[in-house]
């Protein structure tokens, strides 16, 4: 069966709330029941997580690797722009992920035009919402089918 985890980054916890203008109205909690809605209908193991803080998502990318994760969706939002840490531990773990955006990073501020995951990452897909996530899910099982073989 394949394994997907999904990792959201700091402030996500408030979407519904956050800036509606940039991120929508769904919450968090919304976004992942639709996920494992998807799983469902997939037959795929789901796995979600949201953290602020930056060591604790190095970990779970790094305890993806201990429990047989095949797939990450990562939303890693401002740390994005910032982590080292997360690339590192991407790089170390060698698990393939899709960095997914709620927001177009290209058609806001320009220090949101980097990122230090995007080169390093399967894909990137960003500006639709929370349909970011459902694309993202949609392409890693996809990818899993194709590397399974």
């Known amino acids: ?12 916890n408030l979407l519904g709330t956050r800036e ?3 991120y929508g109205a769904d919450t968090l909690a919304t976004i992942n029941q639709e ?3 998807m799983a469902e209908q997939n037959a795929v193991q789901l796995q979600t997580f949201q953290s602020n803080v930056e060591g604790e998502i190095v970990s779970c990318i790094q305890q993806a690797a201990a429990k047989d994760i095949d797939f990450v969706i990562i939303n ?9 840490a997360i690339r590192d531990a991407f790089l170390a773990t060698r698990i393939p992920f899709i960095e997914t955006h709620l927001s177009n990073v290209y058609a806001r501020e320009e220090f949101r035009m980097h990122s230090y995951l ?9 500006g639709f919402g929370k349909n970011s ?16 073989k």
Request: hydrophobic share 45%; proline share 6%; with cysteine.
């Open 35 to 37: 996920l494992a809605q």
């Open 118 to 126: 995007s080169d390093i990452a399967l894909g990137v897909i960003s």
């Open 1 to 12: 069966m394949t394994n997907i985890q999904v990792i959201h980054g700091p402030n996500l």
């Open 133 to 148: 996530y459902m694309l993202a899910f949609e392409a890693a099982i996809i990818h899993c089918k194709q590397t399974s």
């Open 76 to 84: 890693p939002a401002a740390y994005t722009h910032t982590s080292v």
């Open 20 to 22: 509606p203008e940039f």
